[in-house]
């Protein structure tokens, strides 16, 4: 499963750190990353990291958002910054994982995590 941590009540500006975490029988992990939903808008994906470091950034949050990975603990962080009310949105990372004894990537969502942008 994931676990996501962080977000909250941010004041424009702010530089809150979105974390996740995959824990249970994981063989590997390939991809992860975040996307975020605002009410009446489908889920767009934010961030995404390979398994390599790789990023890709949607153009709203670039240079202002960075993902990181870490594959020892098998968790991703969205570090966000000069964060706008537009930001405002239930954040999720995901994770394509082959769990143990399988050959198949399957994704994997966190809980999702509320970021309010607001002074």
């Known amino acids: 499963k994931l676990q996501a941590s962080g977000g909250g009540l941010v004041q424009p500006g702010g530089s809150p750190t979105l974390s996740c975490a995959a824990s249970g029988s994981i063989f590997t992990i390939n991809g992860m990353g975040w996307y975020r939903q605002t009410p009446g808008k489908p889920r767009e994906l934010v961030a995404r990291?390979?398994?390599?470091?790789?990023?890709n950034y949607i153009d709203s949050v670039k240079g202002r958002f960075t993902i990181s990975r870490d594959n020892a603990q098998n968790t991703v962080d969205l570090q966000m910054s000069s964060l706008k009310h537009e930001d405002t949105a239930v954040y999720y990372c995901?994770?394509?994982?082959?769990?143990?004894?399988?050959?198949?990537?399957?994704?994997?969502w966190g809980q999702g995590t509320l970021v309010t942008v607001s002074s």
């Open positions: 990291i390979t398994e390599v470091g790789s990023t």
């Open positions: 995901y994770a394509a994982i082959i769990p143990l004894g399988s050959t198949r990537y399957q994704i994997f």
